[in-house]
């Protein structure tokens, strides 16, 4: 677990952002919207447990998004390069292990 730390600690710093509060009003406790990008036009949102980030899995997502844009995104969303039905299969089987 501890070589999982630097990038919780970068998401916990992305969630103190004071512009994620426009984004994140209808959004539970403990949970973070995330933005799916199929293309360059198509942008979906998603809420997410927070409990999600420790997952092997979504954190090969995250290092993904890293790669792509960055964490220092211009609207303070946190925006993952794939497909939503991939997002929807990945949250599906995290709910239910």
Same mark, same amino acid.
């Given at each position: ?47 997410? @447990?927070?409990?999600? /980030?420790?997952? +092997?899995?979504?954190?090969?997502? $995250? &290092? ?6 960055? %964490?220092?995104? @211009?609207?303070?969303? /946190?925006?993952? +390069?794939?497909?939503?039905?991939? $997002? &929807? ?6 709910? %239910?292990?």
């Amino acid at each position: 677990m501890g070589i999982l730390l630097p990038r919780m600690l970068h998401a916990k710093q992305y969630l103190r952002r004071p512009n994620l509060t426009s984004i994140a009003k209808d959004v539970p406790k403990s949970h973070l919207p995330v933005f799916v990008v199929e293309n360059q036009t198509m942008k979906k949102r998603h809420v997410v @447990p927070l409990s999600f /980030l420790n997952h +092997p899995r979504f954190q090969q997502l $995250l &290092i993904k998004a890293e790669e792509e844009f960055g %964490y220092d995104h @211009p609207t303070g969303e /946190l925006t993952i +390069p794939c497909n939503e039905d991939m $997002l &929807i299969n990945l949250t599906s089987c995290l709910a %239910y292990s």
